[in-house]
C-alpha cells in the first residue's frame, strides 16, 4: 500500500513540475513564435510586392486573402497563401496576384521538404521569377525542356518535373477559389 | 596433429578456378555485338566511356584488393564485364570524372567492401548506376540522339511514351537501337545475338529471362488493354529501355541471382513486377535497375525460401 | 561526496567521446542521425539540443533518483525527458526559427533518442549528481561531434560548403545523393568502419607493446 502511494504521489508530483516548466516556457516562447511566423509572411509579401506598405489580412472560407496597398491606399493586389502536397512533404507558399485576378506577381516558398539540388530548386529565384506576370487564365502549365511560349507557361525545373508540376497545380486550384470568392464579394 | 583450415561460408560450397575467367570471357564475347551497337549509335561518346570504365573498374578492383591485401584478381576479368556492363548503362554524354566515380563505387563499395567476387549482395554495375541516378539526376537524364548526337533531355522512348503522352513508336528504330538512351540498351537487336549466344552456352539460365519477359508482356497485355491510349503494349515494354540489357547481362548476374530453379522463377516475376509498377504508375519512365537491385536483396531469403528439402523430412 | 574522490571522472567525461561513443559504439539515436545531417549547422543544432536534453534530465534524475521507486522510473524519465525536449523545441521555434523548421519533427523526437533514456537507465540511475553530469555531457559532446562531422562531409560533397562557407569551387558538381538518406547511410558506414579500423590498430598495438 505505502509502495503504490509512493508511486502514485511521485508521477504526480513529477506531472504537476513539468507541467509548470512547460507552461512558463510556453508563455516565453509562444509570442515570439507567432511573432517568427507573422514576419516570415510578411517578408514574402513585401518581396512579392516590393511597393507595398500596408495589407489587411481576410479570411473568406478557409482562404486567407491579403490586400496589399501602397502609400496611397491604392490596391496593389492580393497576397494568398497556397499549400499542397510536393514530392516528397508539403510545399507551402505565398503568391501576389493584380487586382484584376487575372496576372500573377510573384511567388514565394515559404516551406518545402522536395529533393535537394533538384526539387528544392524551386525555391530559387530562377524558377519563382518565372510567375511573375504570368497570366492566369487559361490555367497555368509547365512545357518541359524547353522555352515557355504562351504567357501562361512556365518552364519546369530540369529532373524534377513532379515538384514543379505541384507548384503549378497548387496554384492553379487556389487562384480558382480565390476568383471565385474576392468575385462574389 | 596437422593444422587444417575449415572455412565456414554460405552456400554455394562448389567453387571452380576454371569456370570464372571461361564465364567471364564467355559474357565479354555476348557483349561484343552490343558493344558494336553502341559505337556505331553514339560514336566517340561510346568508345571514350568504354575505356574509361573498363580501365577504371580494373585499376580499382587491383588497387582496392593490393590495399586490403587480398589476392589481385583481375586476371578472372570480372572487373573488365563490369566495366563494360556499367559503361552500356550510361547515357553517352555523361562527364568522365562521373564514370570514374561510378565505377569507383561499382567495384569498390558494391564489390570490394562486402567481400570481392562472389559475396556482393548487389549487381556491381547497376548499384554503380543506382549511386550515380541519385547523385547527379541531371547527368543522368540527359541523353543524346543517335550518330547526330544532338543532345535531347528526358526523351528516351519510355519517357515521351509516359510524360510526352505520345503513343506513336517507330518499333523498328526501337529494335535495331536507333533511338535515345543509354550506351548499350537501345539496340534490342545486338542485345538478342548477346542473349542468344550465352543461353546456346548455357551461361546463362534461362529462367529467369523468360520469367522477367514473360511477365512484363502479361502486365503490359492488360494494362494495353484497358485503357490502349494511355498505356502502349507489350512489345513496346520489352524493346524500349533497359528492360533487355537487364534481363539478359544483370539479373542473371549468377552471384546476385537465386541458385535454385524456383528462386529464378519468383525473381524474374518479382523484377518484372516492380519495373511495370515503376514504368506504369511511378514518378520515373524507367524502373529495371531499381527492380533488378531490390531483388538481388531479396535473393538470399529466396534462396532460403526455395531450398530444396531432403527426402523424409 | 563522490564529487571529491572523484578518480575516475574523467574516465566518465571520455568514455562518450571515443571508447562508448553513443553513434560509433552504441550504435544509438540513428533516427537524428541519419535524418537532420544533411548540413553542418543543421547536425551542430541537433547535437546540442540533445546535449541539453541529456544534461539537464541526467541532473534532474540523478538528484531524485532515490525517490523515484522502480516499477514506475521509466514512466518518470520519460516524463522528465519529454519536459525538456519540449522546452528545447520551443527555444529552438522562439530564437533560431529557421533552423527550427529545417530540423522539422526530428527536435520533438529526442524524446524517443534511445541515447537520453538509455543513459539514464544504464547509468544515471546507478551513479550520483557529478558523475551523471559527466557522464551526459561526454555522451552529449560525443554525439553532437559525429553529428557534426556527418554534416559536415554530407555538407561538402552535397553543397561544396561546410557551415555555408564555399569549399568547392564552381567546377565541382553537388552529389545530391549525399543530401538523400541513401548519402547518410553510406557516410555513416564509412565512418563507422573507420572507427572500427582505427580501434583494432589501436587494440594490435597495445597488444604487440
Not at chain 2, 561499382?106 to 548499384?127: C, D, E, S, T
Not at chain 2, 548526337?149 to 503513343?167: N, Q, R
Not at chain 2, 524502373?287 to 534462396?303: D, R, S
Not at chain 3, 539540443?49 to 524519465?77: D, E, G, M, Y
Amino acid at each position: 500500500m505505502r509502495k503504490t502511494i509512493q508511486m502514485i504521489s511521485v508521477l504526480t508530483i513529477v506531472g504537476l513540475v513539468s507541467g509548470a516548466v512547460l507552461v512558463f516556457t510556453y508563455k516565453y516562447a509562444n509570442p515570439l513564435i507567432l511573432d517568427n511566423q507573422k514576419s516570415e509572411m510578411e517578408e514574402a509579401i513585401f518581396k512579392i510586392f516590393p511597393k507595398a506598405d500596408t495589407y489587411d489580412k481576410d479570411i473568406i472560407e478557409d482562404n486567407v486573402v491579403f490586400r496589399v496597398k501602397e502609400k496611397s491606399g491604392k490596391l496593389l493586389g492580393y497576397a494568398f497563401l497556397a499549400q499542397g502536397n510536393g514530392y516528397q512533404g508539403v510545399i507551402k507558399m505565398m503568391a501576389g496576384i493584380e487586382p484584376d485576378l487575372e496576372t500573377l506577381v510573384g511567388i514565394e516558398i515559404l516551406e518545402s521538404q522536395e529533393t535537394p539540388g533538384l526539387g528544392q530548386e524551386i525555391t530559387e529565384e530562377e524558377f519563382k521569377a518565372q510567375f511573375k506576370g504570368l497570366t492566369t487564365s487559361p490555367e497555368i502549365t509547365y512545357v518541359k525542356n524547353k522555352s515557355p511560349e504562351r504567357p501562361n507557361e512556365i518552364q519546369a525545373v530540369t529532373g524534377a518535373t513532379v515538384s514543379s508540376s505541384a507548384v503549378v497545380s497548387i496554384l492553379n486550384e487556389k487562384i480558382k477559389a480565390i476568383k471565385e470568392k474576392l468575385k462574389e464579394q | 596433429m596437422k593444422e587444417e583450415n575449415f572455412y565456414i561460408s554460405p552456400g554455394p560450397h562448389i567453387f571452380s578456378k576454371e569456370s570464372t575467367p571461361k564465364m567471364m570471357k564467355d559474357v565479354i564475347i555476348a557483349l561484343v555485338p552490343v558493344i558494336f551497337a553502341s559505337i556505331w549509335f553514339f560514336r566517340t561518346k561510346a568508345i571514350i566511356l568504354l575505356l574509361v570504365s573498363i580501365a577504371s573498374c580494373v585499376a580499382f578492383e587491383a588497387g582496392l584488393q593490393f590495399l586490403m591485401k587480398r589476392k589481385i584478381t583481375i586476371s578472372d576479368y570480372s572487373a573488365v564485364v563490369t566495366g563494360i556492363l556499367f559503361a552500356m548503362v550510361m547515357p553517352p554524354s555523361l562527364p568522365i570524372w562521373a564514370c570514374i566515380l561510378g565505377c569507383f563505387v561499382a567495384v569498390g563499395l558494391a564489390k570490394q567492401l562486402f567481400g570481392g567476387l562472389g559475396m556482393n549482395i548487389f549487381n556491381p554495375a547497376l548499384l554503380g548506376r543506382a549511386f550515380l541516378a541519385a547523385a547527379f539526376p541531371v547527368f543522368m537524364t540527359r541523353w543524346n540522339h543517335p550518330i547526330s548526337l544532338d543532345a535531347v533531355t528526358g526523351a528516351t522512348p519510355l519517357g515521351l511514351v509516359k510524360f510526352g503522352h505520345s503513343l506513336d513508336i517507330n518499333y523498328w528504330d526501337l529494335f535495331i537501337g536507333n533511338v535515345s538512351g543509354s550506351l548499350g540498351e537501345t539496340s534490342a537487336l545486338a542485345l538478342l545475338i548477346g542473349g542468344l549466344y550465352l543461353l546456346i552456352k548455357k551461361t546463362i539460365d534461362w529462367r529467369i529471362p523468360s520469367a522477367y519477359i514473360g511477365t512484363v508482356l502479361g502486365i503490359s497485355f492488360v494494362a494495353n488493354l484497358i485503357s490502349p491510349d494511355v498505356y502502349s503494349g507489350g512489345l513496346f515494354h520489352i524493346l524500349a529501355g533497359g528492360l533487355l540489357i537487364g534481363t539478359i547481362f544483370m539479373a542473371t548476374d549468377p552471384v546476385t541471382s537465386p541458385v535454385t530453379k524456383t528462386g529464378r522463377w519468383i525473381f524474374g516475376i518479382g523484377c518484372a513486377v516492380i519495373t511495370m509498377v515503376i514504368r506504369l504508375w511511378g514518378g520515373l519512365p524507367e524502373g529495371v535497375m531499381y527492380a533488378i537491385l531490390l531483388m538481388n536483396a531479396l535473393t538470399p531469403l529466396l534462396n532460403r525460401m526455395t531450398r530444396p528439402r531432403r527426402y523424409g523430412t | 561526496m563522490d564529487s571529491l574522490k572523484c578518480a575516475s571522472c574523467g574516465k566518465e567525461l571520455c568514455k562518450g567521446l571515443w571508447r562508448e561513443n553513443p553513434i560509433f559504439f552504441q550504435v544509438l539515436g540513428m533516427c537524428p542521425t541519419l535524418a537532420v545531417t544533411t548540413k553542418a549547422l543543421f547536425g551542430f543544432s541537433m547535437g546540442m539540443a540533445t546535449t541539453f536534453v541529456l544534461i539537464s534530465s541526467s541532473l534532474v534524475i540523478s538528484c531524485i533518483r532515490k525517490l523515484i521507486p522502480p516499477q514506475v522510473r521509466i514512466a518518470t524519465f520519460t516524463v522528465i525527458i519529454a519536459t525538456f525536449v519540449t522546452c528545447a523545441d520551443y527555444f529552438l521555434k522562439a530564437n533560431f526559427y529557421t533552423i527550427s523548421k529545417e530540423l522539422g519533427p526530428y527536435v520533438p523526437l529526442i524524446v524517443v533518442n534511445c541515447i537520453i533514456l538509455g543513459r539514464q537507465e544504464a547509468f544515471v540511475s546507478k551513479h550520483g549528481v557529478a558523475k551523471s553530469l559527466l557522464d551526459a555531457l561526454g555522451m552529449g559532446i560525443g554525439f553532437s561531434a559525429v553529428l557534426v562531422l556527418l554534416g559536415s562531409i554530407r555538407e561538402l560533397f552535397g553543397f561544396g560548403t561546410i557551415f555555408y562557407y564555399k569549399i568547392l569551387g564552381e567546377g565541382f558538381e553537388n552529389w545530391v545523393i549525399m543530401a538523400l538518406p541513401a548519402g547518410a547511410f553510406i557516410t555513416l558506414g564509412f565512418l563507422v568502419g573507420l572507427f572500427n579500423w582505427i580501434n583494432i590498430r589501436l587494440r594490435q598495438r597495445r597488444n604487440s607493446a
